[in-house]
């Protein structure tokens, strides 16, 4: 079982940068692939990117070249690094882990969520 906790969300203006953390519990961090989702009001949780457990991350074009995933085995966390900012970026943005080998951008092939945290980008 694994327990992820997010933090660092809140409100940006339009072309700043926010970073989100993600805690998770238990020792097996190393060997899962880490993601994010993000969910804007009325529409569906929609793949941001992950990181493998190997180091290798992936990106939706939407965010690509402005935001950076990365981890930190040893203190059981991953980050995801928000520059450039849009107001189209507001959503709720949840953290997830999944045991397969490598990054996948379906929600359904996670094992693991976060509560949500709400980043609201200002125009």
């Known amino acids: 079982q694994v327990h992820l906790v997010e933090s660092g969300g809140g409100l940006v203006q339009a072309g700043g940068s926010l970073r989100i953390s993600c805690a998770a519990s238990?020792?097996?961090?190393?060997?899962?692939?880490m993601a994010w989702f993000r969910q804007a009001p009325g529409m569906e949780r929609e793949f941001v990117g992950g990181?493998?457990?190997?180091?290798?991350?992936l990106y939706a074009d939407s965010v690509k070249g402005r935001f950076t995933i990365s981890r930190e085995n040893a203190k059981n966390t991953a980050y995801l690094q928000m520059n450039s900012l849009k107001p189209e970026d507001t959503a709720v943005y949840y953290c997830?882990?999944?045991?397969?080998?490598?990054?996948?951008?379906?929600?359904?092939?996670?094992?693991?969520w976060g509560q949500g945290t709400q980043v609201t980008v200002s125009s």
């Open positions: 238990g020792r097996t961090f190393s060997t899962y692939a």
């Open positions: 990181i493998s457990r190997t180091f290798s991350a």
């Open positions: 997830t882990a999944g045991r397969q080998p490598i990054v996948l951008d379906d929600a359904g092939q996670y094992d693991y």
